[in-house]
Each structure stands twice: as structure tokens, then as C-alpha cells.
């Protein structure tokens, strides 16, 4: 069974701190997405990565970093962590696209920033 | 920036009855449409996906709608259950990328 893994469901973390989201796949797969879900925003994409140590910036970068050391992780860094920053956070992973790619989603981290 | 509008926002529907969430996207080089579903608590997961060069998908209950020179594509939900209640986000493949644009996403309800 394909796994997208996020390390912590819930997370609450103090305005300043610098956050670490943490997200591993298990298929193999070169692709790697950080989306940001908020209610009547749907699914915006912060950052993705086609390839170990290579990124691109998606469509609300500001205030995010991602490092991508390994292929099968990918991890989201909050570098000082603003209340605006409060929502749910998705990882996902996929092949790369020929027109037609699947992408598998894990079942998110919802941050709290106080 | 590529744009998928999605509606309506929620939908309450009544068991046995018919869903219909609508998608318009705005630019012409889209490769792959698919939609993706996604229960409480979950991360949204494939549900069905369609091709520009074909015009309607159907997989049990579930049927997409292309019309490409309209630009919008739909998804039905025939004889709805309580089941089905997520909601649901729209996505487009833009051609030459390796990202999807995915739409605001509506919330279905269905009821008993």
C-alpha cells in the first residue's frame, strides 16, 4: 500500500519559532508538494521538488523554505512562524508527469501558531 | 497564475439524488483533469480523471463532463449516499509542468 507519511497530525508552536514540518514517501517517487489547505482557498501549492536537492518556488512561497536531501523526504520550514501561518498543511508525492500523473496525499498536519 | 474555478462552495444533497459540481479553467494547455476527493481528517485522494480528448468518464456513480470548448468540466454523482459526503477539489495538469492547479473545492453533504 502506497504511503505518504507526515510526522505529527497536530502541531502548536509560539509567533517566532522556526517550525519543521517533515514529510517521507515510501514509492519511490521524484516528485514531492507541499500544498497549504484553508477553507474556501482550496489547495495551494507552497513549494515542490522533482528531484533530490532541486525546488521550485509554487504559488505562495513567501515565509516557507524546503530542503530535500534524500528522495524519499521532504520537509517545510517555517522560518519564523507568524499566525497567518495557521492552517492545514499537506505533503504529497507523485511520478514525474506525462500529462497524466496520480498524486498521493498524506493525511496532513493541521499548525496552530499562538 | 493558472486559474481552476470550482462551484458551488457546499452542496447538501438529498440520498438517492444527483450531485453536480462544475470546474472552468482558463488556460488552454491542460493535459489531464481529475478530480480528488477527500474525507475528514484524510488527505484528498484520487477519485476519477479525464483526458481533454475525451469528452465524458464514467466509473460506477461517478461521471466527468469535458467540454473543451467551453473550457468546463463537471463531475456528477448518481444516486448520492451518505457516504459521499467530503469534499471534493477539481484539479487541472498544465501541460509541460509537473504540478497540478486544483480548484477551491466544495463540500458536499449528503443527506439520509
Known amino acids: 500500500d502506497v504511503k505518504v507519511t507526515q510526522s505529527s497530525r497536530y502541531l502548536v508552536k509560539r509567533t517566532g519559532e522556526k517550525v519543521f514540518l517533515e514529510c517521507v514517501q515510501d514509492?519511490?517517487?521524484?516528485?514531492m508538494f507541499w500544498y497549504r489547505q484553508d477553507p474556501g482557498l482550496g489547495l495551494r501549492l507552497i513549494y515542490f521538488?522533482?528531484?533530490?536537492?532541486?525546488?521550485e518556488k509554487g504559488d505562495i512561497p513567501e515565509g516557507y523554505s524546503v530542503s530535500r536531501e534524500k528522495k524519499e523526504r521532504f520537509s517545510l520550514i517555517l522560518e519564523s512562524a507568524s499566525t497567518n501561518q495557521t492552517s492545514m498543511y499537506l505533503c504529497a508525492s507523485s511520478l514525474p508527469g506525462a500529462g497524466i500523473t496520480e498524486a498521493f496525499f498524506g493525511q496532513g498536519t493541521r499548525l496552530t501558531v499562538v | 497564475q493558472q486559474q481552476v474555478k470550482q462551484s458551488p462552495q457546499s452542496l447538501i444533497v438529498q440520498k438517492g439524488g444527483i450531485s453536480i459540481i462544475n470546474c472552468a479553467y482558463e488556460n488552454t494547455a491542460f493535459d489531464y483533469f481529475p478530480w480528488y476527493q477527500q474525507f475528514p481528517g484524510k488527505g484528498p485522494a484520487l477519485l476519477i480523471a479525464?483526458?481533454?480528448?475525451?469528452s465524458e468518464k464514467k466509473e460506477g456513480r461517478f461521471t466527468i463532463s469535458f467540454n473543451k470548448s467551453a473550457k468546463q468540466f463537471s463531475l456528477h454523482i448518481m444516486d448520492s449516499q451518505p457516504g459521499d459526503s467530503a469534499t471534493y477539489f477539481c484539479a487541472a495538469f498544465p501541460r509541460g509542468f509537473q504540478k497540478l492547479v486544483f480548484g477551491t473545492g466544495t463540500r458536499l453533504l449528503v443527506s439520509p
Open positions: 521538488s522533482y528531484d533530490v536537492k532541486m525546488k
Open positions: 479525464i483526458r481533454p480528448d475525451v
Open positions: 514509492m519511490d517517487h521524484e516528485n
